[in-house]
């Protein structure tokens, strides 16, 4: 069985200061902004702003579209019903004319 030992303070001074050292060269490492890999990976980021614009812009006018072809329908079955609420109107009034000369006849 292994027996559990505390670090001291020296070792975990010494880890902070190592792991400080790792970031360090991490950062330095890092490429400049006029890298030619920098460069790239911007181009691309723009590319993709780009197509996701040009795809919001399409989807924007497609739901446009959409909802006008929804209303112009929704128009349509309003005259629709409209003029059969007329006609129906018309036709029960012919009728209730009709009704009353059978009437009248009698």
């Given amino acids: 069985m292994a027996i559990y030992r505390e670090k001291d303070i020296f070792e975990r001074r010494n880890a902070a200061n190592e792991a400080k050292k790792a970031l360090l060269a ?6 400049a902004a006029d890298d030619p890999a ?14 996701r614009a040009i795809r919001e812009a399409e989807k924007a006018r497609l ?12 128009a349509e079955r309003e005259a629709a019903a ?5 006609a129906a109107e ?14 009248a006849e009698r």
């Fill in 26 to 31: 991490r950062f330095k490492a890092k490429p």
């Fill in 38 to 51: 920098v460069l790239a990976r911007q181009a691309e980021r723009k590319a993709i702003l780009e197509a």
């Fill in 63 to 74: 739901k446009q579209e959409k909802l006008a072809r929804e209303a112009a329908e929704k």
């Fill in 82 to 86: 409209e003029a059969a609420r007329i």
């Fill in 90 to 103: 018309e036709a029960a009034a012919a009728e209730a004319k009709i009704r009353e000369a059978e009437e």
